[in-house]
């Protein structure tokens, strides 16, 4: 696995890291080769079969730019049979083959607990849904529910913000059914936080309600970027917005100039590595909630041919992980497997 930056990270209970990739055609020395095997096992399968979450089946594109890229909503990206990471988009050559979020650490035990999956051809490590805050656990109704993506643009949440009172104006359903709070949300605290999605409270009362203005959180007028000096002595004082866990003591880490939605098209979801065992890896489950958004530029420079993805990851558990790792597992596939090479600029 590799090491983002070179650096461990503890991560404490209820406590948030945000982990951005670009990706771009980047040559360096290591070299990757894809995996070829048999279909999921059948032990493996009926382990899933008996799970509390079955595992994810939907899938999405992202495509506002010069790239097609294939994004599933069990982490996997860019491979189902064929690779699927299509640059010009209009052709058919693709420069990557798959990749998926690999995390693990140490538990206060001193027992590894590790979350990996490549090509979900041995099983699963991630399942759709958020866990509950209470024993970091998760029903099947939760998980088949967010078994999606969430698709936004920039520009329609913009039309939302300028024209929402207007009264020709017509609510499209990726503004009225953003996921700001969970589908069967009852108030019981021991189910999972009230906000998800991220989104601007218009109106101040700590609900999203579109038809009051409220709309999903795009940073529209760069109030809270770039990190200028200014703006780094404003975080310390506690005067940028902050994450709606952050301000009711959900969670620490958190402010909303890291967790706003990017690019001009935004694929948000949520997933977890609790949802049943790790026929993957074999790794003992962590209790990670994972927020992810795959986005993108419609642009006329090099972002055009670009693809970006953003991990809020939560520790869900009741405890800490130490000595933890976590990456972006990528397999590059430039014509015959065995001479690519990968490699990182940090």
Request: proline content about 5%; some cysteine; overall charge negative.
């Amino acid at each position: 696995m590799m090491k983002s930056n070179n650096k461990k990270y503890i991560i404490g209970m209820n406590t948030k890291l945000l982990y951005i990739i670009a990706l771009i055609l980047i040559v360096s020395t290591t070299n990757a080769e894809r995996f070829k095997g048999d279909p999921i096992r059948k032990e493996n399968a009926a382990m899933q079969k008996a799970a509390a979450c079955l595992p994810a089946t939907s899938s999405s594109e992202l495509n506002v730019n010069n790239v097609r890229a294939y994004i599933e909503t069990s982490g996997s990206m860019w491979f189902k049979e064929i690779a699927r990471y299509v640059v010009p988009k209009s052709g058919s050559a693709s420069s990557m083959f798959a990749a998926a979020l690999w995390i693990g650490g140490i538990d206060i035990t001193g027992q590894l607990k590790l979350a990996a999956i490549r090509f979900r051809q041995h099983g699963d490590d991630f399942w759709p849904g958020p866990l509950n805050l209470r024993g970091a656990d998760i029903e099947q109704a939760t998980c088949t529910y967010y078994d999606r993506h969430f698709i936004m643009e920039k520009k329609t949440a913009l039309e939302h913000k300028l024209k929402y009172a207007d009264a020709d104006y017509a609510m499209p359903n990726s503004i009225r059914d953003w996921p700001a709070h969970p589908f069967n949300y009852t108030g019981d605290k021991s189910g999972p936080s009230y906000y998800l999605a991220p989104f601007f409270d218009a109106d101040g009362d700590g609900t999203y309600t579109p038809e009051n203005g409220d709309y999903p959180y795009y940073d529209f007028d760069n109030e809270l970027c770039p990190w200028t000096d200014e703006n780094r002595a404003r975080a310390a004082r506690g005067e940028l917005p902050q994450t709606f866990e952050t301000k009711n003591n959900i969670s620490s880490g958190g402010i909303m100039a890291d967790q706003v939605l990017k690019g001009d098209q935004t694929l948000w979801w949520v997933f977890n590595d609790k949802g049943a065992a790790h026929t993957e890896s074999k790794g003992s489950p962590i209790g990670l909630e994972i927020r992810g958004q795959a986005f993108a530029f419609a642009t006329n420079d090099e972002l055009n041919n670009m693809t970006f993805y953003s991990y809020e990851i939560i520790n869900r558990s009741s405890y800490e992980l130490t000595e933890t790792y976590f990456s972006q597992w990528v397999d590059p596939d430039l014509g015959y497997a065995r001479d690519d090479y990968i490699g990182c600029d940090v």
